[in-house]
């Protein structure tokens, strides 16, 4: 059984359908990428995942549960958890404050602090910058914040939206090694991208959009290789 299964997922905005009959699998301990261009329909595709959005039509298990009725609360509870595009973060709350928002669903004190541990351990920089307000953050900082903050809700499964966007090469490259190393962790990935490149040669697998629509799947390696994602995605 797959740890996430989409099926025959449409979706509207108004007369707008973003996505039309999507489905892909997400298997317990895999990175699965998402590639497309701009408005592809990844975006509309991980905020339905995470309750944000309803479907038109098509369902969402998880766990061998259908999820597309239940309420964004509910889906993190259940241990699925978005960084959403742009990041997101609190801007008026030091980096502190941010995280502790992610862990509103928790309960129980002692397993909260144990993950703020293990949060400054994965990010070094949130700890020297936790008194700081979220907004004096760079670019980079700020999608590790974001990240954090997610993981404070201890996912089995992240739905990270364009994690790369507007960050230098170098950020670049420390976030791809960071989703990396959460997998190798035991968390499994939903990775949407335009970096295509990058996104397959960490992935699994991956599942090419295109206008709401599902045009190619394969593993990473395979789609890397594949002369249609290369001429359109590469640049030849
Ligand atoms: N709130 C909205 N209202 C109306 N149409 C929308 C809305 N959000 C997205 N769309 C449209 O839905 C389609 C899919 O958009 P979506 O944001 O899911 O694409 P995307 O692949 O994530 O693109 P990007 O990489 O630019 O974020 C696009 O045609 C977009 O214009």
New binding site residues.
Partial sequence: MAMLEVRDLSVN??V?Q?VKNVSFEINQGEIVTLI?A????????VKTISGLLKPKSGQIFYLGKEIDHKSAPQIVSAGISQVA?GRHIFAGMTVMENLQMGAFLQKNHDEVSKTYKEIFERFPILQKRRSQDAATLSGGEQQMLAMGRALMAKPKLLLLD?PSMGLSPLYIQEIFKIIKELNEKGTTILL?E?NAKQALSIADRGYV?AT?VVQLSGTGQELLANPEVQKVYFGG
């Fill in positions: 905005y108004g707008i973003a497309g701009n408005g592809a329909g990844k975006s509309t595709i595009e364009e949407i335009q959009l709401g």
